[in-house]
C-alpha cells in the first residue's frame, strides 16, 4: 500500500482531526452512577427535540469563503468546518497519540457553531449510566425516559481511527439513536492503539456485543432485538462484529448501521486520491490511524479490517451512509455494493456536501438530520416497531 503523500501547507491549518476527548462526563445528582453527556457533546442530537430556526432552515452559514477543497461544502457544513479551523489544532501525523486525544474536536467546533448561531442545546430524553462490559471495557448506556420497556438495544462504536476520541465525542449520535428510536443504546468504549493494537478494539467490540446478548435484560432490553452500529472506525468494528457472530455462531443482529465506515486499506482509492487534504479526515490522518492501530501492513489485509475484501455472505440487512469530502467514499459505496453481491439487502445513501463525521450535527446540518432519520427508521422497521 502506498503512503506517499505530497500534500499543500493549507494542511497543517486544518488540523484535521476526528475528536479529542477534552471532555468530562459529570454525574447527576439523581443516580451517582450514571455518567451523563456533556452539553458540548450532547449538543448535536435533534431527535425530540425541537432546535433553533436557523438550524431547520438551513440558515447557518460560515463568516468567510469555503475551503479550496470543499467548494460544494453545504453552508451549515462549512460553518462547522471553518469554526474547527479557528483552533488551529496540529495535523495528526506530527502528534503522538496522546497530544492527538487533547486536541479540539469536531464536537468542539459544533459547539462553538451553536454558540455563534444561538442554538440551544436539546434537553436530554434518555437516562445514562456506565457498566462494564468486558474486562478493562466500559459502556455506556443510554435508556429512554418515555416507552415501555423491554426496548430493543443499539450495540453502538464510536469513531476515533482506534486511537482516538471516547463516547463524549460522538454523544450526540448515541443521544440521538436513543431517542428517535425509542432503544437502549449501548456505547462501547473499547480500547484503543497504539497501547492496546490490533485485534484489541475488534475483540472489545465482540465481548460487549455478547455482553449485551447475555444481560440485556438488565438494561431493560430485549436480547431478541438487537443491532450494531457505528461511525467510522466504529463502523468497521460494527460489520466485524456481525462477521465474527456468524462465523462463531454467536446469534447475528437484527440489523446494521455503518456510518462512513473504515471499510479498507487501499490508501489509493478514488475519494482517497480526490479528497487528499478534506477536514477532519484526510489520508494522512488516516495512515497516522493504521500506523497507530495495526501491528503490521499485514494487519490491513485481515477481512476485520479489509472489509471490503471479506466474506459478507449471511449478514444481516444494512444501512451504510457516506459522506461527500472523506477519503472513506470509495470504500463506503464498494462495501454496500459487495454486500448486495452477497446477497444482504442494502440500503445506500451519500450526503452530498458534507465531510466525515457530519451524521452527529443535526442541530446545525440539516443533511445530518436526515441522515440520523434515515438510520432511526431502519432501525424502528428491523425492530418491528
Not at 505530497?6 to 484535521?16: C, D, Q, R, V
Not at 476515533?160 to 460522538?170: K, Q
Not at 436480547?223 to 452500529?229: D, L, Q, Y
Not at 470504500?331 to 445513501?349: F, M, S
Request: some cysteine.
Amino acid at each position: 500500500m502506498k503512503r506517499i503523500f505530497s500534500y499543500p501547507a493549507a494542511l497543517a491549518a486544518a488540523g484535521l482531526l476526528l475528536g479529542g476527548c477534552n471532555s468530562k462526563p459529570t454525574e447527576t445528582n439523581t443516580d451517582k452512577t450514571a455518567v451523563v453527556v456533556p452539553s458540548e457533546t450532547n449538543a448535536a442530537s435533534d431527535s425530540t427535540a425541537t432546535v433553533a430556526t436557523a438550524a431547520g432552515t438551513g440558515a447557518v452559514k460560515p463568516t468567510g469563503p469555503k475551503p479550496a477543497w470543499g467548494p460544494n461544502l453545504t453552508p451549515a457544513m462549512a460553518a462547522v468546518i471553518e469554526q474547527l479551523m479557528s483552533f488551529s489544532p496540529k495535523p495528526l501525523p506530527t502528534l503522538t497519540a496522546v497530544q492527538a486525544r487533547q486536541q479540539p474536536s469536531f464536537a468542539d467546533a459544533l459547539k462553538k457553531q451553536m454558540q455563534v448561531s444561538n442554538i440551544p442545546t436539546p434537553p436530554m430524553n434518555c437516562d445514562t449510566m456506565s457498566v462494564t462490559v468486558a474486562p478493562g471495557v466500559r459502556a455506556r448506556v443510554y435508556t429512554p425516559k418515555s416507552g415501555t420497556a423491554p426496548f430493543p438495544v443499539i450495540v453502538y462504536y464510536h469513531g476515533g481511527g482506534w486511537v482516538i476520541a471516547t463516547n463524549d465525542t460522538y454523544a450526540a449520535s448515541a443521544q440521538a439513536m436513543c431517542e428517535q428510536v425509542g432503544a437502549v443504546l449501548v456505547s462501547v468504549e473499547y480500547r484503543k492503539g497504539p497501547e492496546h493494537k490490533f485485534p484489541t478494539a475488534h475483540d472489545d467490540a465482540f465481548a460487549a456485543y455478547q455482553y449485551v446478548l447475555k444481560n440485556a435484560a438488565s438494561m431493560k432490553g430485549d436480547p431478541n432485538r438487537v443491532a450494531v452500529m457505528g461511525e467510522s472506525a466504529g463502523g468497521g468494528l460494527a460489520c466485524a462484529v456481525s462477521m465474527m457472530a456468524r462465523d462463531r455462531k454467536v446469534a447475528l443482529p437484527k440489523y446494521q448501521v455503518l456510518v462512513y465506515p473504515i471499510a479498507g486499506y487501499d490508501m489509493t482509492t478514488p475519494s482517497y486520491q480526490k479528497y487528499t487534504d478534506t477536514a477532519p479526515l484526510n489520508a494522512p490522518a488516516m495512515a497516522w490511524f493504521f500506523k497507530n492501530y495495526l501491528r503490521s501492513p499485514a494487519d490491513g489485509k485481515d477481512p476485520r479490517v479489509n472489509l471490503v475484501a471479506a466474506n459478507l455472505k449471511g449478514l444481516e440487512p444494512t444501512t451504510v451512509i457516506s459522506a461527500e469530502y472523506d477519503p472513506l467514499m470509495s470504500e463506503g459505496k464498494t462495501l454496500a455494493d459487495n454486500l448486495q453481491k452477497a446477497g444482504v439487502k442494502v440500503d445506500y445513501k451519500l450526503y452530498d456536501g458534507t465531510t466525515h463525521e457530519f451524521f452527529g450535527m443535526a442541530a446545525v446540518v440539516p443533511q445530518a438530520k436526515e441522515a440520523e432519520q434515515l438510520a432511526a427508521a431502519n432501525l424502528k422497521k428491523a425492530f418491528g416497531k
